[in-house]
């Protein structure tokens, strides 16, 4: 956990556009409302019910959050699969639900928003100002390449050499969180969404690939810990006197 947290800190993507944009805030209340719904499933109705609020929450700040609906229905199959009791599952999750529906019907009570109207007029707005990734088979291609690269060069250049020095060994050994984070990379660039700045805005996608990798928080790694995290300070400091 001392590990986790000290990388968590130390990322690249995560100093330099959390100290610089208010995504760090997005990436705090979508891992909160992971972390709720998560426990909440497994342990304690009341906390899904809050969990349900932090995912309204960050809807509300983010449209983003709506490309983890894959992710959230994963999250509920694999509660309900490592469940030991799967009617206190059934009642979080339906807590969730409640209090995710709960808090937008509140909000258009009071203020009349709408937001599944405020959802389609922000996509026409889009469509209006940033062309299509599908105007032909190149371009989606460079887009994919440049989007990737870039959350890639985000997370830590020492990152991909410690990965990728042991491909096969890094991917059988790295813990569930990683895989799914590496599911929802390859989910993003097959949509076609985004053209480039994905060091930021794939920002909370981070912490998949930061707990996931077991390799790296082995207790009997300490001397590559310590390197790791040193190389990955000096990206830091590189990164932000070059940009």
């Given at each position: 956990?001392?590990?986790?947290?000290?990388?968590?800190?130390?990322?690249?993507?995560?100093?330099?556009?959390?100290a610089t944009?208010?995504?760090?805030?997005?990436?705090?209340?979508?891992?909160?409302?992971?972390?709720?719904l998560?426990?909440?499933?497994?342990?304690?109705?009341?906390?899904?019910f809050?969990?349900?609020l932090?995912?309204?929450?960050?809807?509300?700040?983010?449209?983003?959050?709506?490309?983890?609906?894959?992710?959230?229905?994963?999250?509920?199959?694999?509660?309900l699969?490592?469940?030991?009791?799967?009617?206190?599952?059934?009642?979080?999750?339906?807590?969730?639900?409640?209090?995710f529906?709960?808090?937008?019907?509140?909000?258009?009570r009071?203020?009349g928003?709408?937001?599944?109207?405020?959802?389609?007029?922000?996509?026409?707005?889009?469509?209006?100002?940033?062309?299509?990734?599908?105007?032909?088979?190149?371009k989606?291609?460079?887009?994919?390449?440049?989007?990737?690269?870039?959350?890639?060069?985000?997370?830590?250049?020492?990152?991909?050499?410690?990965?990728?020095?042991?491909?096969?060994?890094?991917?059988?050994?790295?813990?569930?969180?990683?895989?799914?984070?590496?599911?929802?990379?390859?989910?993003f660039l097959?949509?076609g969404?985004?053209?480039?700045?994905?060091?930021?805005?794939?920002?909370?996608?981070?912490?998949?690939?930061?707990?996931?990798n077991m390799?790296?928080?082995s207790?009997?790694?300490?001397?590559?810990?310590?390197?790791?995290?040193?190389?990955?300070?000096?990206?830091?400091?590189?990164?932000?006197?070059?940009?």
């Open positions: 956990a001392r590990r986790g947290l000290t990388l968590y800190i130390f990322f690249p993507s995560l100093v330099l556009m959390g944009t208010m995504d760090f805030t997005f990436v705090v209340m979508v891992w909160l409302a992971i972390a709720l998560y426990y909440g499933w497994q342990k304690s109705p009341a906390l899904a809050v969990g349900g932090a995912a309204a929450g960050a809807l509300f700040m983010n449209f983003l959050l709506l490309l983890l609906a894959p992710f959230f229905g994963w999250l509920v199959w694999h509660s699969r490592a469940s030991t009791n799967h009617l206190r599952t059934l009642v979080g999750i339906l807590c969730s639900l409640v209090s529906s709960f808090f937008f019907l509140i909000i258009q009071w203020s928003y709408s937001i599944i109207d405020n959802f389609f007029v922000a996509r026409l707005t889009a469509k209006s100002v940033v062309p299509s990734n599908f105007e032909s088979v190149g989606y291609l460079i887009y994919i390449f440049v989007s990737l690269t870039e959350f890639a060069f985000y997370l830590g250049i020492p990152y991909l050499y410690l990965f990728f020095t042991d491909m096969r060994g890094s991917w059988r050994r790295s813990a569930l969180w990683f895989k799914v984070g590496v599911a929802n990379v390859a989910f097959i949509l969404l985004f053209q480039g700045e994905t060091g930021r805005l794939w920002l909370f996608l981070t912490p998949f690939f930061i707990l996931g390799r790296l928080l207790n009997d790694r300490k001397r590559e810990y310590d390197a790791f995290l040193a190389l990955t300070v000096f990206q830091i400091i590189i990164t932000q006197s070059l940009f």
